[in-house]
């Protein structure tokens, strides 16, 4: 019985990915990754777009929990890092182009909401803090979650092992937990950055 279970949770990603090759040309997605969605036309995935090995991607159009519909979106040349955690359940995530998005990141789109007369698990999602919104050319570092209602301006970046828990500005650096700001970047110079906590 668990054989049968393995084999046929096996032909499901399989057939995912299929699915999700056919519906987005030009897409570089290693067999590792497991993609879990209810909706394909909930995901929109640019040519050029580089994922790495054991990706999750979990897009929920419709879920019982929340009114708010989940949405992928990722634009052309982002590159997604592997073990990367993306859940668009109960919001939308967009990944603007040319966006680096390191190893061991998560984006989580949706909170569950908080009470003591039920178990976590059975309470509806928040409805009023959702989505993530990552606009072009940001690289977010390897270990970084970014909690929903974030979005992240053109050009920032956010340091290693970070936790973003509000909006952030184009053209800055953000690193820590939870992250603050480091320092401007600017648009017409190379700059190395290292940074001091």
């Not at 668009?88 to 009470?115: D, F, K, M, P, R």
């Not at 956010?158 to 820590?176: C, F, K, L, Q």
């Not at 320092?183 to 190395?192: A, P, Q, R, V």
């Amino acid at each position: 019985m668990i054989i049968i279970k393995i084999f046929q949770k096996i032909v499901r990603n399989w057939l995912n990915y299929l699915h999700i090759l056919q519906h987005n040309q030009g897409v570089d997605i290693p067999l590792s990754v497991v993609m879990q969605y209810d909706d394909i036309n909930a995901i929109k995935i640019s040519p050029e777009v580089n994922i790495g090995e054991f990706v999750e991607f979990v897009v929920v159009a419709k879920s019982p929990h929340s009114n708010v519909p989940g949405r992928l979106i990722i634009e052309k040349r982002a590159v997604i890092g592997s073990y990367a955690n993306i859940r668009a359940a109960g919001g939308e995530i967009y990944i603007g182009q040319n966006c680096l998005i390191a190893q061991h990141v998560s984006l989580i789109a949706c909170n569950h909401t908080i009470s003591h007369e039920k178990p976590y698990r059975d309470l509806p999602w928040n409805e009023e803090k959702t989505g993530i919104f990552i606009d072009e050319n940001v690289w977010i570092g390897c270990g970084v979650t970014i909690l929903p209602g974030c979005r992240i301006g053109k050009n920032s970046v956010i340091g290693a092992g970070s936790v973003v828990t509000i909006s952030i500005p184009a053209n800055e650096v953000w690193a820590g937990v939870p992250a603050r700001k480091i320092k401007d970047i600017s648009c017409y110079e190379t700059e190395n950055l290292s940074y001091k906590l």
